[in-house]
């Protein structure tokens, strides 16, 4: 005789309420950490600025022309938390400026690093652009004059050997080759030869002066450090 199996019915097990509770807060947890994520993610994007950062090394008393601020400068968004004081911001601000400082590769440029050219010019009453020859490396003490620089002249009487101080802290607004080729700011300055001819700015008032001094004995020109 067959027999004939006889299958119950399993007892359906009840689901523990604590347990879904413990999961839907779980599910919700995790829903309200991802979007403080989210959010916090929108909120740094927004929280930049640009700057305008150096892409090479520029001398102290470089002439910030269009090229150089072409070639040197570029535009960035970087942190709010990573811009300092007086920062600039746009590379047009840089035209007309010279140099104060070293600046480095990578570093984010402030105005106080800077120095308006027309500035210094303000300094004089009618500035007027003057020029002296060197003709021997002894005329000069302190190293290599480019453009930029700062220098003191005088003069040694060539009858009483008297060295007398003309003029004081003027700017170099140009150094030049016996050939008249221009000398830019170089960090290897030894690749360039030395400065023949030096341009400055001096009062409008003191040039027929100045041009009597300089002829009168041995020019000497001391570079300001």
Same mark, same amino acid.
């Given at each position: 005789?067959?027999?004939?199996?006889?299958?119950?019915?399993?007892?359906?097990?009840?689901?523990?309420?604590?347990?879904?509770?413990?999961?839907?807060?779980?599910?919700?947890?995790?829903?309200?950490? =991802?979007? =403080?994520?989210?959010?916090?993610?929108?909120?740094?994007?927004?929280?930049?600025?640009?700057? +305008?950062?150096?892409?090479? /090394? @520029? $001398?102290?008393?470089?002439?910030?022309? /269009?090229? %150089?601020?072409? #070639?040197?400068?570029?535009?960035?968004?970087?942190?709010?938390?990573? +811009?300092? /004081?007086?920062? %600039?911001? /746009?590379?047009?601000?840089?035209?007309? #400026? @010279? !140099?104060?400082?070293?600046?480095?590769?990578?570093? %984010?440029? !402030?105005? $106080?690093?800077?120095?308006?050219?027309?500035?210094?010019?303000?300094?004089?009453?009618?500035? &007027?652009?003057?020029? +002296?020859?060197?003709?021997?490396?002894?005329? &000069?003490?302190?190293? %290599?004059?480019?453009? *930029?620089?700062?220098?003191?002249?005088?003069? !040694?009487?060539?009858?009483?050997?008297?060295?007398?101080?003309?003029?004081? #802290? &003027?700017?170099?607004? *140009?150094?030049?080759?016996?050939?008249?080729?221009?000398?830019?700011?170089?960090?290897?300055?030894?690749?360039?030869? $030395?400065?023949?001819?030096?341009?400055?700015?001096?009062?409008?008032?003191?040039?027929?002066?100045? #041009?009597?001094?300089?002829?009168?004995?041995? =020019?000497?020109?001391?570079?300001?450090?």
């Amino acid at each position: 005789m067959k027999r004939i199996k006889i299958r119950y019915p399993k007892e359906k097990r009840k689901k523990n309420p604590a347990w879904r509770f413990l999961f839907s807060f779980f599910m919700a947890f995790l829903v309200f950490l =991802l979007l =403080l994520m989210l959010e916090a993610g929108i909120q740094n994007k927004e929280e930049e600025k640009q700057v +305008v950062m150096a892409v090479a /090394d @520029i $001398p102290k008393g470089t002439e910030l022309s /269009d090229e %150089i601020i072409a #070639n040197s400068f570029r535009e960035i968004y970087v942190p709010v938390s990573y +811009v300092p /004081d007086q920062v %600039i911001e /746009d590379r047009k601000q840089l035209a007309g #400026n @010279i !140099t104060e400082e070293e600046i480095c590769e990578r570093e %984010i440029l !402030t105005i $106080p690093k800077l120095c308006e050219l027309s500035a210094l010019l303000e300094e004089l009453e009618e500035p &007027v652009e003057v020029s +002296v020859s060197v003709t021997d490396l002894s005329q &000069v003490v302190g190293g %290599i004059i480019r453009a *930029g620089d700062r220098i003191n002249l005088s003069v !040694t009487d060539r009858e009483t050997g008297v060295n007398e101080r003309i003029i004081s #802290n &003027v700017y170099v607004s *140009g150094a030049f080759t016996s050939s008249g080729n221009r000398l830019d700011r170089v960090r290897t300055e030894q690749e360039q030869p $030395p400065a023949t001819v030096l341009n400055f700015w001096i009062p409008k008032a003191m040039e027929q002066a100045f #041009n009597e001094e300089i002829n009168s004995g041995l =020019l000497r020109i001391s570079k300001i450090q």
